[in-house]
Each structure stands twice: as C-alpha cells, then as structure tokens.
C-alpha cells in the first residue's frame, strides 16, 4: 500500500479514537485498571475489532506482534495494557462500570466508520474476534 494511503487511514483511525474519547468521557467511566478484563476466558466476555484498527495497531505497535495463546490477552502487563495508546476501540469503550447500551452504541458507530474506510479504501472488511485475531498472526503479518 502506498505510505500516503496509509498514512490517510492511519489519520482516518486516530480520528475515530479521537471522537471515541470525547465520546466515552461523557460516561465518566470508573475503571480501577485491575486488568481481569483483558482475561477473555475467565470475564467471560469478547471483543471485537475490524480492518483498520489491526492496520494502526500493527503500523505503531512498539514491540513484536504477541500470540494469543491462552484466553489471556498477552499486551497485559501487570494488570495494564501495555499497548494502552493503541489499542483497539472494543478495549477503550468496554468498562465494566458504564452503562452497556450506550457502549453498544458507541461500538456500532465505531464499526460503521471503520467499515466505511474499508470502503473507501478498498480495504478487506473484517470484523474478527479480538482473541481470534491475536492467536492467528497470519491473517495480518503474510
Ligand atoms: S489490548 Fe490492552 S486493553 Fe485491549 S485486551 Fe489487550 S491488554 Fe486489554
Ligand atoms: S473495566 Fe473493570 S474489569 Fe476492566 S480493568 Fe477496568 S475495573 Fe477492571
């Protein structure tokens, strides 16, 4: 991909974070960053993530890429996201204190813009599993 198309849907990303901020600090959501969370298996819970936020993640991602190999998302550090600034819109908009339809709502508008990039960009729509996504390098890294 040519780097000012990339650089285009990088900017296009940091916009939708952007709005997601602004967006979930109206709900003034109470998080004591305890991490449990980010242990799919045992919260019991998934997210999911598209296209054009693995592509931000990947271009600014300061370490290697991590396998998921367990229900454990393996970017938790010691109870914290050690990829906080880029991690993915399911991760900044779920909190287990704010009210779940609002955050349902932020979450379809956010994969409405992003699938309209995909659109936009001729980018492969995917909207995968956060778990799926990180223990299948392969779908991202060939
Ligand atoms: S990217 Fe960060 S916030 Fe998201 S699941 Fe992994 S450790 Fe948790
Ligand atoms: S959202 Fe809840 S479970 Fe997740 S890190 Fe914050 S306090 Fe812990």
Same mark, same amino acid.
């Given at each position: 991909m040519?780097? @000012? /198309?990339l $650089?285009?849907?990088?900017?296009?990303?940091q916009?939708?974070?952007?709005w997601l901020?602004?967006?979930?600090g109206?709900? $003034?959501?109470?998080c004591?960053?305890c =991490?449990?969370?980010?242990d799919?298996? $045992?919260?019991?819970?998934?997210?999911?993530?598209?296209?054009? !936020?693995?592509? %931000?993640? #990947?271009h600014h +991602? &300061? +370490?290697?890429?991590? /396998?998921?190999?367990?229900? /454990?998302? &393996? %970017?938790?550090e $010691? =109870?914290l996201? =050690?990829?906080y +600034?880029?991690? *993915?819109?399911?991760?900044?908009?779920?909190?287990?204190?704010? @009210?779940?339809r609002?955050?349902h709502? #932020?979450?379809?508008e956010?994969i409405?813009? *992003?699938? !309209? #990039?995909? /659109?936009?960009y001729? +980018? &492969? %729509?995917r %909207?995968? @599993?956060?778990?799926?996504a990180l223990?299948? &390098?392969e779908?991202?890294?060939?």
């Amino acid at each position: 991909m040519p780097t @000012d /198309v990339l $650089n285009e849907i990088l900017a296009r990303v940091q916009q939708v974070y952007d709005w997601l901020a602004e967006a979930i600090g109206a709900l $003034n959501p109470v998080c004591r960053a305890c =991490g449990t969370c980010c242990d799919f298996e $045992n919260y019991g819970h998934r997210l999911y993530i598209t296209t054009p !936020e693995m592509l %931000y993640f #990947l271009h600014h +991602l &300061p +370490l290697d890429f991590r /396998v998921m190999t367990d229900g /454990v998302c &393996p %970017y938790r550090e $010691n =109870g914290l996201c =050690g990829v906080y +600034l880029y991690r *993915f819109a399911a991760c900044r908009i779920f909190t287990c204190t704010s @009210d779940p339809r609002r955050q349902h709502q #932020l979450s379809e508008e956010a994969i409405r813009r *992003f699938k !309209e #990039l995909c /659109v936009q960009y001729d +980018l &492969p %729509y995917r %909207y995968i @599993d956060l778990k799926y996504a990180l223990s299948r &390098p392969e779908l991202w890294l060939a």
